[in-house]
T-cell receptor, first 111, second 115 residues
């Protein structure tokens, strides 16, 4: 699986958009980009995933650059409840694929 | 549609006892994954199972740990003769089909404390 690089921490004001970057310069054509978050002491929560195209759901948007070497997770209107550790994970397709969590970005949403 | 259910939420065991952790996947999900999170550390993969089969156990300690996902009933992670170093949060995840085309959905974990 391709390695990812994320900032260690970020701050965002409540109500503003939170843009979380992720670099995955060694990604291959059949690797998905996945985003999860973990709020303290809870299980990881699935946010969104994509292969090549940009994706949007009720939680967030995922913007993948044309060369697929980086992506951005966008939370359009951050709230205090979005404070969490956000993980960007690249996963190769295969019969025994699994998530491998790194250190993620600690997002702090402030008043 | 209920999410992934894990029980118990908290489990206390004395050194040398056995711990059994249960995971009921979401309805219609036949793929189950177990992860462990030690205090102040990230999640580490342990084992991946489909109904009645272990697909990948590369993250499981070679001794004292075992997992099963029977045809009927929940998936069980079993830890024999627990030691203090087994104290951690254990998370289960499930998916309806092959990952990563289908996302994994996690439960809220079982927190094991070994005294």
């Amino acid at each position: 699986d391709a390695k990812t690089t994320q900032p260690t921490s970020m701050d965002c004001a409540e109500g503003r958009a939170a843009n979380l970057p992720c670099n995955h310069s060694t990604i291959s054509g059949n690797e998905y980009v996945y985003w999860y978050r973990q709020i303290h002491s809870q299980g990881p929560q699935y946010i969104i995933h994509g292969l090549k195209n940009n994706e949007t759901n009720e939680m967030a948007s995922l913007i993948i650059t044309e060369d697929r070497k980086s992506s951005t997770l966008i939370l359009p209107h951050a709230t205090l409840r979005d404070t969490a550790v956000y993980y960007c994970i690249v996963v190769l397709t295969g019969t025994a694929s699994k998530l491998t969590f790194g250190t993620g970005t600690r997002l702090q949403v402030t008043l | 549609n209920a999410g992934v259910m894990q029980n118990p939420r908290h489990l206390v065991r004395r050194r040398g006892q056995e711990a059994r952790l249960r995971c009921s996947p979401m309805k219609g999900h036949s793929h189950v994954y177990w992860y462990r999170q030690l205090p102040e550390e990230g999640l580490k993969f342990m084992v991946y199972l489909q109904k009645e089969n272990i697909i990948d156990e590369s993250g499981m300690p070679k001794e004292r740990f075992s997992a099963e996902f029977p045809k009927e009933g929940p998936s069980i992670l079993r830890i024999q003769q627990v030691v203090r170093g087994d104290s951690a949060a254990y998370f289960c995840a499930s998916s309806p089909g092959q990952f990563p085309m289908s996302p994994l959905h996690f439960g809220n974990g079982t927190r094991l404390t070994v005294t």
